[in-house]
């Protein structure tokens, strides 16, 4: 078993601290808009700390606590920082298709917030809109059953005009589910899998963990892979599944390894990709998530592999392997069978207009902009021209991306199966198709650049 991470358990005064940030992957030679990109990256200076794990539970009769705390970024560089049940990132939910969740959250901040299932299917009720949001010293209950196929989901704040500051100070949590199509499959476990939620943070002249907004969207100088300042992880030389969560509020990543080696891409937002996907660099926005393999199989003992950052030329979390083990796992290549949505009977167009609104109108809590009937495939054009990145993202369904035209001008790899949040960069037109098979109820599409979701780009929209 590989050895060099740590679960690290959070008492009243030292807490620990996450991150969340992902990045998106990029087919090997076939993605010409990256090929003038260098895996050279700015070394990382200092001592590298043992990646934090944050620990397993079950989302049953469970209690969740948001509040401040003080936690370890690693080395015992401690920091202030708003925290799930003392955690940072938060406990790792895991669940099976078909059970049901009951959580209860507790709110001990000191200002409104609410619990936003990401990526998760349930009804209104259950979505963390921000009309539920709760008080100080309030209490929300959730009961859904969960009905998604095997994927990594997120949950975190969603109080409207707080949910920037909220998730920058930490909030934040990973929600894995599983099915029998995945577990016939084999994948890496235990040990061998691990989540990676990647995002940047601004610390004060304390070390503290803090805030800084801008409409242009909250960008620090500094990374963390879950929580942690310049991480470090012992692996054996086979294969391991990363679980990656794009965390940051406004950031893209651009991850890619420093060896040249390819990412294995197999599952997206949505969960399985129909066929696993060889890639040499992701990008990937805000709220985004990837499933991917990586093989360290034959490296010698000793061996270093980077995990980088292209944009910003950082070097994320360094890997080293620590133990030759003989495995004869073989990486899949069919993964899921994905039945394509098609004719749609009516398109939609969306407009993200400047840093606060779509169609021209800022988000208004009570009012309904559009309404969507059930079990009806619809096509959304989202497009805008300027004020970019816009990650999209949509509650209350998965969705199929089918097009984009002018400024990238492509789809990508991690693209592929079902999405819940779409990358729109400048001048450009994304088309989905949708379905919404669970629930009737009001719902949010909103950007993802939490910053832009705070000022108003949001739409309650309801299906009836």
């Avoid at 965390?247 to 040249?260: Q, S, T, V």
């Avoid at 816009?390 to 969705?399: E, I």
Wanted: glycine letters at 10%; charged letters at 15%; a neutral charge.
């Amino acid at each position: 078993m590989a050895t060099g991470f740590t679960t690290r358990r959070l008492n009243r005064r030292a807490f620990l601290g996450a991150a969340t940030g992902t990045a998106g992957a990029l087919a090997a030679g076939s993605l010409g808009i990256f090929a003038a990109t260098s895996l050279a990256a700015k070394p990382t200076a200092g001592t590298r700390n043992p990646l934090y794990i944050p620990p397993l539970t079950t989302p049953t009769d469970f209690a969740l606590t948001a509040k401040p705390g003080q936690i370890d970024l690693g080395g015992g560089h401690l920091s202030n920082a708003w925290v799930y049940n003392n955690f940072m990132p938060g406990p790792t939910f895991v669940a099976s298709k078909g059970q049901v969740a009951t959580v209860t959250l507790a709110n001990q901040l000191t200002q409104p917030t609410i619990t936003h299932w990401h990526g998760m299917l349930v009804s209104h009720e259950n979505d963390g809109h921000p009309m539920s949001a709760i008080a100080p010293g309030g209490t929300y209950p959730y009961n859904f059953p969960i009905l998604n196929r095997a994927a990594l989901n997120w949950y975190h704040p969603h109080p409207h005009m707080l949910t920037g500051e909220q998730v920058a100070m930490g909030l934040a949590g990973a929600f894995i589910v599983r099915d029998t199509e995945e577990a016939a499959l084999g994948l890496p476990t235990g040990a061998y899998e691990v989540p990676l939620v990647i995002r940047d943070t601004s610390l004060d002249r304390s070390g503290n963990m803090q805030y800084k907004p801008r409409s242009g969207g909250f960008e620090g100088p500094t990374p963390l892979v879950n929580g942690t300042l310049n991480p470090k992880l012992e692996v054996d030389s086979t294969v391991y599944r990363f679980r990656i969560l794009g965390g940051a509020n406004a950031r893209i990543f651009r991850l890619a390894l420093g060896d040249g080696a390819p990412f294995h891409l197999i599952g997206n937002d949505g969960g399985l990709l129909a066929a696993t996907a060889p890639v040499t660099q992701i990008d990937l926005a805000p709220g985004e998530r990837l499933d991917v393999l990586v093989d360290f199989g034959g490296l010698p003992v000793g061996t270093k592999v980077v995990l980088r950052d292209l944009r910003a030329g950082w070097d994320l979390l360094e890997f080293t392997v620590i133990r030759q083990v003989t495995s004869s796992y073989a990486i899949p290549t069919a993964l899921s069978s994905i039945v394509a949505l098609t004719a749609p009977l009516t398109t939609r167009e969306f407009s993200f207009d400047g840093m606060s609104k779509i169609n021209g109108k800022l988000y208004d809590m009570e009012r309904i902009d559009f309404t969507v009937p059930l079990g009806q495939t619809e096509r959304w054009r989202f497009r805008t021209s300027g004020n970019a990145p816009h990650p999209v993202h949509v509650h209350g369904a998965s969705f199929q991306v089918v097009s984009r035209t002018g400024g990238r001008g492509q789809l990508y790899p991690w693209e592929s199966g079902w999405k819940d949040t779409v990358l729109l960069e400048d001048r450009e037109t994304v088309e989905v198709l949708i379905r919404f098979d669970a629930y009737r109820g009001v719902y949010l599409m909103h950007c993802h650049k939490l910053e832009h979701e705070d000022m108003g780009m949001m739409s309650n929209f309801e299906v009836v």
